[in-house]
């Protein structure tokens, strides 16, 4: 499999895996009504429809699992130009968490 590939799997199942989260914590949060909007096109036409997916198989299962506790849930695409505020957000929490120091106590 060449890297691209590999690059591409790996990244669409990080945002399912973000996908997942969210509907957890809305969930815990009792929300009932949820419109996800994702920049993802790819994930968001998979969600959209009943299609699998061989890596995901087990990702979508959940998410639509997770999806059937809502009175409704909606998925929407939303291209990453036109979500500049949230992508710039996402950018700055990746840079903060690449950059920290992390201390443990030992004994």
Request: net charge positive.
């Amino acid at each position: 499999m060449c890297n691209c590939n590999l690059l591409l799997i790996c990244t669409l199942v990080a945002e399912a895996l973000a996908v997942k989260a969210a509907l957890t914590a809305a969930l815990s949060s009792h929300v009932r009504r949820l419109h996800v909007y994702y920049d993802c096109k790819v994930l968001i036409m998979l969600l959209k429809s009943q299609d699998q997916n061989v890596v995901l198989k087990g990702l979508l299962h959940d998410i639509r699992i997770l999806a059937q506790s809502f009175e409704s849930i909606l998925y929407f695409f939303i291209p990453r130009l036109a979500n500049n505020v949230a992508d710039s957000l996402a950018k700055s929490a990746l840079n903060v968490l690449r950059f920290s120091v992390f201390v443990t106590a030992t004994e």
